[in-house]
């Protein structure tokens, strides 16, 4: 490591500079948020929100919920109580912060607009520096988003060419061993070209980018730059390769290509395989690869920990600087084969070292290669090098702050995380030789699997041990084509019979001709043909459930736990033809499909292990008395399911029932009949009495009112409409002679769900997750995204927005998994869709209407439409359909009066970056289930407990412990242990 120890002392900081640069008041922020992780939370949340804010009183607000906190320097803490206690101190407060903010940008951020960039990049070429300006840009949102992104690209491409003219010669700058090297070098974002570019719809994406890049290619080809497209976040890795060979494919003879390898993933080495076979290949120009770390390791982490996926990063930072190590080699060897321009990116004086002595290794002079660095970081490393002698490309980003600011945010997070190099050499003055140890040999290891959950796990240990199904990483390649074979699998068994099952028969129904269930974005297609259950089955039904009470009921709570969790494991195997079954016949795209299969599973494991546990409560004990708390099932319960959720919600409920012990008629909704047959069948063969679990397939008016009034039910669980819900408490309130049990009913009744977008929301988030709110499954959720509220002088951009947003919506058959949306699940549901679109209409102002839907199926496109009175029909009914209302208010304190004027109270959302906006809402809002900064559907068993209040719904909450409660009756045994004086627990 002679080179790293010579790179090291030509990049010591001057002790001036070192002063200067730990004095900064950025420094000492810094410093302090790497000793204090809540301080570095609120700082930089207080970073994110500042360009929301539009006035100095909305900017001292903020810092004062953020910063005026025990765990800030106690300078800060007394600045800002002196500038709410003296006039104008708000104003004062709010410049300083600004200031501060943007020199912190400054840093990292060479400039905002491109004519200040080109005089910064000239200077810094006349000092030896080559430059590559990155305009920033987060994932856009809407076409309009990624024109605009074209179009600065474009400017600042002309401006760099235009500039570059007079700049002096450098000839270590201006060519290498394979050719000549553009003066003007730019990287753009594919997110931001298109906003279709991410694994689902990657076709349609590129096919965008393609087209707002064409000028631009052509331009840069003349001038001789080169144009580096950026790698970003994992979901969309594989479309920004299929991008590059797209303008590969278009544009071989140039203009010259780069692109980004990122070693902190497993699939490094392959991805860069890849790159030298094709740029060999494809290319006239060799291809430069910057290989560096990655940027997005705290986000890439927290998605795969939160949805229980493999991670596609290396756990530890030893392991990425191994990775790039043995990258750095193979881009050697590709550089020694003229197939690769290699661009080793990093602040690490050991990983740039091990690279160029790869180079060397293979022969190579030191001109066929660079170093690239980041603005603003370890300046002194970049002259550090450039004295050293290598060519030194300087990574710059440009723009203002909204889009930049997670570019920002990013950056100070490398700044302070505890292993970064840039924070220990130039910061902490880390030793040097610790700092330039090889990583260790078994730095780079195989993705360990999640361990998936089996029949064996402890019970007892639910709090601690349980974790929620993983969902289908379907932006895996091989993810989507196993779920395409799933659905060509079971489109060959379509037309299948569902009968009725009572006591083990296969019955026919009560005559006529047998209902079938429709694919619904394909309705000339058949998917089950159920036969109707009869008013005197369901009465068989609920007698054969009753005599087998005692038996069923009787066996341990531990055996009926094993069944279930048993259950739980063929599902399990048979997830992806469940998942596709769903698809077809509820019409509920793929993806979500697999997460309602997902959220059964969980419901079977989560309910097996809360019922060992339910029985296991204790009492308080005192010397010579026992006290025992016992749990006995209720009596035969009436499920009465949705088509909406198919599997997982009678899953739940038919599985809270039977594993507290009590026999369960179900009877599904006459549009998935097929998916509840293939649930019974997995619960039978699991080993659940035939007797104990009929399925009473058919029309809810033929058998509904029995098992809502028979006396020898006990519970019934519903999950439906209002009307049909208070129809159902109505009725089980009666108790009729010879009915010995009052009834229990838990009912799940739908809502109209609120959004509260406050004036300092972050729309980048919150659009995306009000359009997967308010369309995901055609709105087909009672949990849906149905009305927004937000501040009059937010509405005209929030609507921008998501008008923007819903265009680039795909809307298509479910089984698709680029499809987001897909048609409504019967005739009845689209005439009445339809309807309220037409209300819309007289009521608002329509902002957003897609009629550009497929033919054949009940598809209804989006509906977005801004209301004047909150209490118009399109914002108090519940629609169940894709039609969202944006409902202008006041203030925030409006809004949540709005918000809770309403007759449901199931799930309501925030997008607000205030604090005591997000107190007050958790105080205020009536709603089961409160979502901040992100959609309103997608509860998790464990997690989010589901369920709401006033006329959405009775009952405890599902995947909530409290559950299974209402399925069972508590019975206390209280026994006196004395004999004669004597008490064995003495």
């Not at 009436?638 to 809270?656: D, K, Q, R, S, T």
Request: aromatic letters at 6%; proline letters at 6%; a negative charge.
């Amino acid at each position: 490591m002679a080179l790293a120890r010579e790179l090291a002392a030509a990049s010591t900081p001057s002790w001036p500079e070192r002063v200067r640069n730990r004095a900064s008041a950025d420094a000492v922020a810094m410093a302090w948020a790497t000793r204090q992780p809540a301080f570095k939370t609120h700082l930089f949340r207080f970073v994110d929100v500042v360009p929301a804010c539009r006035s100095s009183a909305e900017v001292a607000a903020h810092l004062r919920e953020e910063l005026d906190r025990p765990e800030s320097p106690a300078g800060v803490r007394l600045g800002l109580r002196l500038a709410a206690a003296v006039p104008r101190g708000d104003a004062v407060a709010a410049a300083v912060a600004r200031a501060g903010i943007r020199q912190m940008a400054r840093q990292f951020i060479i400039g905002e607009r491109i004519d200040e960039v080109v005089g910064e990049i000239g200077a810094r070429w006349e000092d030896g520096f080559a430059s590559t300006v990155d305009l920033l840009g987060e994932k856009t949102l809407t076409r309009a988003d990624g024109d605009a992104y074209a179009e600065r690209v474009g400017e600042s491409l002309g401006a760099l060419v235009a500039a570059a003219r007079s700049w002096p010669a450098r000839p270590k700058l201006e060519r290498d061993p394979f050719g000549p090297l553009g003066r003007a070098n730019l990287s753009i974002k594919p997110t931001a070209l298109a906003p279709r570019m991410h694994a689902l719809t990657e076709s349609l994406g590129v096919a965008e980018a393609v087209e707002r890049l064409g000028p631009i290619l052509d331009r840069a080809k003349a001038a001789g730059a080169t144009i580096h497209v950026d790698a970003e976040h994992d979901e969309t890795k594989d479309a920004t390769h299929a991008l590059l060979a797209e303008i590969g494919r278009r544009w071989p003879d140039g203009p010259a290509l780069g692109c980004v390898v990122q070693a902190y993933r497993h699939d490094a080495a392959d991805d860069l395989a890849h790159l030298l076979r094709w740029s060999g290949e494809a290319l006239a120009t060799p291809l430069q690869v910057r290989l560096v770390k990655g940027a997005y390791w705290d986000a890439e982490t927290i998605a795969a920990r939160a949805n229980g996926w493999d991670s596609p990063l290396f756990a530890v930072k030893s392991a990425s600087d191994a990775n790039y190590e043995l990258c750095a080699a193979e881009l050697a060897a590709g550089a020694a084969s003229g197939v690769v321009r290699p661009a080793f990116a990093s602040h690490n004086l050991r990983s740039i070292a091990a690279a160029v002595v790869a180079c060397r290794r293979e022969g190579l002079d030191d001109s066929a290669f660079e170093v690239q660095v980041l603005h603003g970081m370890a300046e002194p490393l970049h002259h550090g090098l450039r004295d050293v002698g290598f060519r030194t490309r300087v990574y710059s980003p440009m723009g203002d702050l909204i889009p930049g600011m997670g570019y920002l945010v990013r950056r100070l997070l490398e700044n302070t995380a505890n292993e970064s190099f840039v924070r220990q050499q130039w910061s902490e003055g880390a030793d040097l030789e610790a700092s330039l140890a090889p990583p260790s040999a078994a730095a780079t290891p195989v993705p360990v699997a999640t361990p998936s959950r089996s029949s064996e796990e402890d019970p007892m240990s639910v709090t601690s041990t349980f974790r929620n199904e993983p969902l289908a990483e379907v932006r895996r390649a091989p993810v989507r084509r196993r779920l395409a074979d799933a659905v060509a699998d079971v489109e060959r068994t379509l037309g299948f019979d569902v009968p009725v099952l009572v006591g083990g028969d296969r019955a026919a129904g009560r005559g006529g001709d047998p209902l079938p269930s429709l694919d619904p974005g394909r309705t000339d297609r058949v998917v089950a043909v159920q036969q109707l259950a009869s008013a005197d089955q369901a009465t068989e039904a609920v007698e054969v459930g009753h005599r087998a009470l005692r038996s069923w009921g009787g066996r341990p709570v531990e055996e009926r736990a094993a069944i279930l969790r048993g259950a739980a494991d063929l599902l399990r195997r048979r997830r992806d033809e469940l998942s596709a079954l769903i698809a077809i016949e509820a019409g509920k795209p793929i993806a979500e499909a697999d997460g309602d299969v997902a959220e059964a599973l969980d419901f079977w494991t989560y309910y097996a292990a809360v019922a060992v546990q339910l029985d296991a409560t204790a009492l308080a004990q005192v010397p010579g008395e026992r006290n025992d708390l016992h749990w006995r099932p209720r009596g035969v319960t009436a499920v009465i399911a949705p088509w909406n959720f198919p599997l997982a919600i009678p899953a739940g409920m038919v599985g809270a029932a039977l594993v507290t012990g009590n026999p369960v008629v179900f009877k599904p909704a006459e549009q998935t009949p097929g998916v509840a047959l293939r649930m019974v069948e997995l619960l039978h063969e699991a080993g659940v009495p035939v007797d104990a679990l009929s399925l009473l397939p058919g029309l809810g008016e033929d058998v509904g009112p029995v098992l809502v009034e028979h006396p020898l039910v006990a519970t019934i669980a519903f999950t439906g409409s209002r009307a049909v819900g208070l129809d159902i408490v109505r009725r089980a309130g009666a108790t009729p002679a010879g009915q010995r049990v009052v009834k229990r009913v838990s009912a799940e009744m739908g809502g109209k769900n609120p959004v509260i977008v406050d004036l300092d929301a972050d729309l980048d988030v919150a659009v995306p997750a009000l359009v997967a709110g308010a369309f995901g499954y055609a709105g087909q959720k009672c949990s849906a995204t149905s009305r927004v509220l937000v501040p009059h002088r937010l509405v005209d951009q929030l609507a921008d927005r998501l008008t923007g947003a819903v265009e680039v919506l795909t809307v298509g058959h479910p089984t698709d998994p680029a499809n987001a949306m897909g048609p409504l699940i019967d005739q009845e549901a689209f005439d009445r869709v339809h309807g309220y679109r037409s209300i819309a209409a007289e009521e608002g102002r329509v902002v957003a209407q897609r009629d550009d839907v497929p033919d054949g199926g009940w598809y209804v496109g989006p509906t977005v439409v801004v209301v004047g009175d909150r209490h118009a029909r399109v914002a108090t009914e519940e629609v169940f359909g894709p039609v969202l209302a944006i409902v202008p208010v006041a203030d925030f304190d409006e809004a949540l009066d709005a918000a809770n004027d309403a007759d449901h109270a199931l799930t309501a959302g925030l997008f607000s970056r205030t604090p005591s906006h997000i107190e007050a809402a958790a105080r205020r809002l009536e709603a089961g289930n409160l979502y901040v900064n992100r959609g309103t559907t997608g509860a998790m068993v464990a997690r989010q407990p589901f369920g709401g209040h006033k006329l959405s719904g009775s009952g405890a909450k599902t995947g909530g412990p409290g559950y299974l409660e209402q399925f069972a009756t508590p019975v206390v045994v209280t026994e006196n242990t004395q004999r004669q004086g004597f008490a064995p627990d003495l």
